[in-house]
């Protein structure tokens, strides 16, 4: 073989590599029109697939406003409004992520709900990922169908609902279905809780905690 013909193969090679690297990993449907659906790739900002659009391995292939028929990664799926998808990463490594801790030992973690970007603080004290009720508003998220409960505050026991988030991503890790909180008041960042970690290997070395993709 050719010095030309090698370098023409190993241009092809890393092309397909970095076809095959973008390839979605979830899909969460967000919103459904006629021939139209609204849906978050990778726990990414919410986009709109027309029919026969393909984006990051995802392809629209009918939608209404009942459900909507994708090809991910070439094989069906159908899935109707705010259900997911998660499929696993193509190399089949579990994701890992590291964060350094602030001045006063805080961990946070950029990340997203259900594609809309947001600011955790790492709290394992939290039994599951909370927000406030203006976060949630500004995600779209119709939080008061959830179950209501009473959460205590600094400043008394506040009115809370139980939700389910769609997508939860932080650095390379997303997760599906993952239980939380919304706080009337109280509360002002919102929280990475036990919902998430648990399903994560922590470990902490000095300031820095890697989070390893369990399940």
């Known amino acids: 073989m050719s010095l030309k013909q090698k370098s023409t193969v190993v241009m092809i090679a890393a092309g397909w590599l ?11 449907v967000m919103g459904l029109f006629k021939d139209k659906a609204i849906v978050s790739i990778d726990g990414g900002k919410p986009r709109t ?45 579990r994701q890992s992520i590291s964060l350094t801790a602030d001045a006063r030992g805080h961990f946070a973690a950029a990340g997203s709900l259900n594609g809309y970007p947001v600011s955790f603080l790492v709290d394992t004290g939290a039994t599951s990922i909370a927000i406030n009720a203006a976060e949630a508003k500004r995600i779209g998220l119709d939080y008061r169908s959830g179950q209501a409960v009473g959460v205590s505050t600094a ?61």
Request: with cysteine.
């Open 155 to 215: 400043g008394g026991v506040v009115p809370a609902w139980r939700v389910k988030f769609n997508t939860v991503k932080v650095g390379s890790i997303t997760l599906n279905q993952v239980d939380g909180m919304v706080v009337e008041t109280g509360l002002n960042v919102p929280l990475l809780g036990m919902s998430f970690l648990n399903r994560m290997e922590m470990r902490r070395d000095g300031q820095t905690m890697t989070l390893t993709q369990r399940y």
């Open 18 to 28: 970095a076809c095959t690297s973008a390839l979605a990993t979830s899909v969460s």
């Open 49 to 93: 697939l027309s029919v026969g659009q393909v984006v990051q391995g995802v392809k629209l292939v009918s939608a209404d406003s009942g459900s909507a028929s994708f090809e991910v990664d070439g094989k069906p799926r159908t899935l109707s409004m705010g259900q997911s998808f998660a499929g696993g990463p193509a190399t089949g490594e």
